[in-house]
């Protein structure tokens, strides 16, 4: 663990099993730390995904199933985390969804869904991690936000509603844990290339006559000036150097990494 804290063994990373969330994992494997994964899927291939993680590392991972959307399960996964490994040093709030929608026909229970997972799932999570973080006066909480958490785009009213949340959620706790050893920090990823967006290129190449570099240029990067996703390699690099001795003193900030999304 040459760049991480000695202290931090175990991480807790929601929705993980895909994605920026399992590159953070894998990233945080990578420096020795025992893994608790989180998300939906196929359980032969979350199992597979869980085996070669823990075989290319030598770390302990498990997963728990728990869903975002219900507080109950989430302070239940904390809780069996720690008794699998004896603490959650690192949690990553990862888990998030999307839904577009005018917001007069904006249904309401993707609404509800929205805001528990994208936001209230984090604050279960954080307040079942705290006592035990503060008892330590040592921990790491790392909330994926968006470039949305620092700006708007229509027709996305919860997402962009979730996302501001967890930019003042992340404000406000890390005022509260100033003094205990832990930091809070929200990453903000303009796009990033994942398999959720590789598989929308072909439905919108169909929708609105472009190619595939049309849609990925004039669509998806409209707003990123660089013309360039970001990878799931440099979110979780990130994530990794918010964990480290060197950003102790990094707390209460939400980070933009969006090729100058948020500069314009």
Known sequence: MSQMNKIARNALVTGSTSGIGLAIARALAAQGLNITLNGFGDAAEIESLRQAIEAEFAVKVRYSAAD?????????????????????DVLVNNAGIQFVSPVEEFP?????????????????????????????????????????????????????????????????????????????????????????????????????????????RDVMLAAQPTKEFVTVEQVAALAVFLCSDAAAQITGSNMAMDGGWTAQ
Not at 71 to 87: D, K, L, P, Q, Y
Not at 199 to 206: A, E, G, V
Request: glycine residues 8%; positive net charge; hydrophobic residues 50%.
């Open 108 to 216: 309401l229970d993707k609404w509800d869904q929205i805001i528990a997972i994208n936001l209230s799932a984090a604050f279960h999570a954080t307040r079942a991690v705290v006592p035990q973080m503060k008892g330590r006066r040592w921990g790491r909480i790392i909330n994926t936000a968006s470039a949305h958490a620092l700006v708007a785009s229509p027709f996305k009213s919860a997402y962009v509603a979730a996302k501001h949340g967890i930019a003042g959620f992340t404000k406000s706790v890390a005022l509260e844990l100033a003094t205990f050893g832990i930091t809070i920090n929200s990453i903000c990823p303009g796009y990033v290339w994942t398999p959720l967006v590789e598989r929308q290129i072909p439905d919108t190449m169909k929708a609105r006559g472009l190619t595939e570099e049309q849609v990925k």
């Open 68 to 88: 975002m959307r219900d507080g109950g399960a989430i302070a239940i996964m904390v809780e069996e985390a720690t008794a699998a490994f004896g603490s959650v």
